[in-house]
């Protein structure tokens, strides 16, 4: 049960004197569940006279930290309601448990205050190369360091990632003409394999103002997605920052759940 009736129990439960009921979890409950409210009716800009569990609902479909807590929510709209209404007294005829209090604030910041990726994402260290170096180079790098997803450079602007697939697909095509394969990894510059394509297809740039609501959202919109590029403001050509695979997700997960 989220709630008490008539009494408290627990560390922030104890009653004053005359028997009266301590209302702090219930004023802490209904300031988490109002900017709750307020955060999802501005972000899908729903009407006033919307209910709160019709906004839950509707907002699932869209949000996927209410997808997650959407039934969590829809009780804590009950829950609502039994604080508010009162008694023919005047008195609060339910308080929310700690438990209550410390979930629906937890949804609140993950709603209102997300963790971002600046904020709480180790960079890694990132493997570059010039665009004008020779294919057989980059193998070379790829085999010594063990990155997978190179960030390619001309100048200062990026403008594309070698990959594994990209290198097999180049080289397939080499030995299929029954053309030199050495000669060719020698000879070709890593920018004359790449495909603009391959950046919007199996990347997604993101921010480090993004939150980490969206980089698992990239990954479960795009099932070939390699990594997510964060650069500092996830805008194409920036010098990346940071790479998150999906071998990430686990820590990414976890940050969230400690939040």
């Known amino acids: 049960m989220w709630y008490n009736k008539g009494e408290m129990t627990g560390p922030r439960s104890a009653a004053g004197r005359g028997g009266k009921m301590d209302k702090t979890n219930a004023a802490a409950f209904l300031n988490a569940y109002n900017k709750i409210d307020s955060q999802l009716r501005a972000l899908y800009n729903y009407k006033a006279s919307m209910s709160f569990t019709d906004i839950v609902r509707r907002s699932a479909e869209k949000n996927k930290v209410v997808r997650k807590y959407e039934d969590e929510l829809t009780d804590f709209a009950r829950l609502r309601n039994a604080i508010v209404h009162q008694s023919k007294d005047g008195k609060i005829i339910a308080v929310p448990c700690d438990e209550a209090v410390e979930a629906m604030q937890k949804i609140?910041?993950?709603?209102?205050?997300?963790?971002?990726?600046?904020?709480?994402?180790?960079?890694?260290k990132i493997v570059s190369v010039d665009d004008a170096i020779s294919l057989k180079q980059a193998l070379l790098l790829i085999s010594r360091t063990g990155y997978s997803n190179l960030p390619v450079y001309r100048g200062k602007r990026m403008t594309g990632i070698l990959n594994n697939r990209r290198i097999i697909r180049a080289m397939g095509e080499v030995i299929g003409r029954g053309e030199d394969l050495g000669a060719f990894a020698a000879n070709t510059a890593v920018g004359e394999i790449l495909e603009?394509?391959?950046?919007?297809?199996?990347?997604?740039?993101?921010g480090k103002k993004d939150t980490l609501q969206d980089i698992l959202s990239a990954f479960e919109n795009n099932r070939k997605l390699l990594a997510v590029l964060v650069s500092e403001n996830g805008t194409v050509g920036e010098r990346?920052?940071?790479?998150?695979?999906?071998?990430?997700?686990?820590a990414v997960n976890k940050i969230l759940e400690d939040y």
Do not use: H
């Not at 603009?196 to 993101?206: H, K, P, T, V």
């Open 108 to 124: 609140e910041r993950l709603l209102c205050t997300p963790p971002t990726i600046g904020q709480t994402m180790r960079e890694k």
């Open 196 to 206: 603009q394509s391959d950046l919007f297809s199996y990347y997604r740039y993101l």
């Open 240 to 250: 990346i920052e940071n790479i998150v695979t999906a071998s990430d997700l686990v």
